[in-house]
């Protein structure tokens, strides 16, 4: 069965403390895996697609890698507004998105 | 573009009661989904829609929980005979339908089952 394992549960940076979220996937034909932020209250919010093993996207802060085990989430100087739950999903065969637990990050200021 | 809206933003039931929910997607997006989050989770995948036809239900989802999107527009998300377990966040999504791409999602709506 697909599976997506996010590491660390939770995690704080102080403000410019760079670091990386990791999310390990186990599918049977990878189609595509996704990052999401979520703000709480609030639904997810899309960051990134990616496709194949190899493949990197970037946005302002942030920058998603992709290998054909894992991925993750780069976040370069971080500030007190990219606190957030990040979430990574991810589909296969079907048209279904099979998330993880998630991230939960917080930037000290 | 409006977004995908979800309607109640909030619910409070007793034990027992039925409740619905209603999830407007983006206009023309013609895949909907449901899913479910509860505190410190991800959201649990429970159903999607391709227009009007249900194409996957989750293994998970009791004969409690069904789903309809009559005209392939709107969806209703109906929990008969709540239970305290029920009490989650329902998230409703929608994709273009093209390919994998990715979901738009609501806000939820917030089950408060006491």
């Known amino acids: 069965e697909d599976q997506v394992t996010q590491s660390p549960e939770a995690l704080r940076l102080q403000e410019g403390e760079s670091s990386s979220l990791n999310c390990s996937y186990t599918?049977?034909?990878?189609?595509?895996l996704f990052w999401y932020r979520q703000d709480p209250g609030k639904g997810p919010e899309f960051l990134f697609t990616?496709?194949?093993a190899g493949e990197e996207k970037e946005k302002e802060r942030l920058k998603a890698t992709l290998t054909k085990k894992e991925s993750f989430l780069h976040i370069t100087a971080p500030k007190p507004e990219d606190s957030a739950t990040y979430l990574c999903?991810?589909?296969?065969?079907?048209?279904?998105?099979?998330f993880g637990t998630g991230t939960r990050l917080k930037v000290l200021a | 573009d409006t977004g995908v809206s979800q309607d109640p933003r909030h619910k409070i039931t007793k034990r027992g009661q039925n409740v619905t929910f209603r999830c407007d997607p983006i206009?023309?997006?013609?895949?909907l989904y449901w899913y479910r989050q509860t505190l410190g989770q991800g959201p649990e995948f429970l159903t999607y829609?391709?227009?009007?036809?249900?194409?996957?239900k989750s293994r998970l989802l009791s004969d409690r929980f069904s789903a309809e999107r009559p005209k392939g527009s709107f969806s209703t998300l109906e929990i008969q005979r709540t239970e305290q377990g029920d009490s989650a966040m329902y998230l409703c999504?929608?994709?273009?339908?093209?390919?994998?791409?990715?979901?738009?999602f609501g806000s939820g709506t917030q089950l408060s089952v006491l």
């Open positions: 999504a929608s994709s273009a339908g093209v390919g994998n791409e990715k979901l738009f």
């Open positions: 599918v049977s034909g990878l189609r595509g």
């Open positions: 990616l496709y194949s």
């Open positions: 999903a991810v589909t296969s065969g079907t048209y279904k998105y099979i």
């Open positions: 206009s023309e997006h013609n895949r």
């Open positions: 829609f391709q227009n009007e036809a249900q194409l996957e």
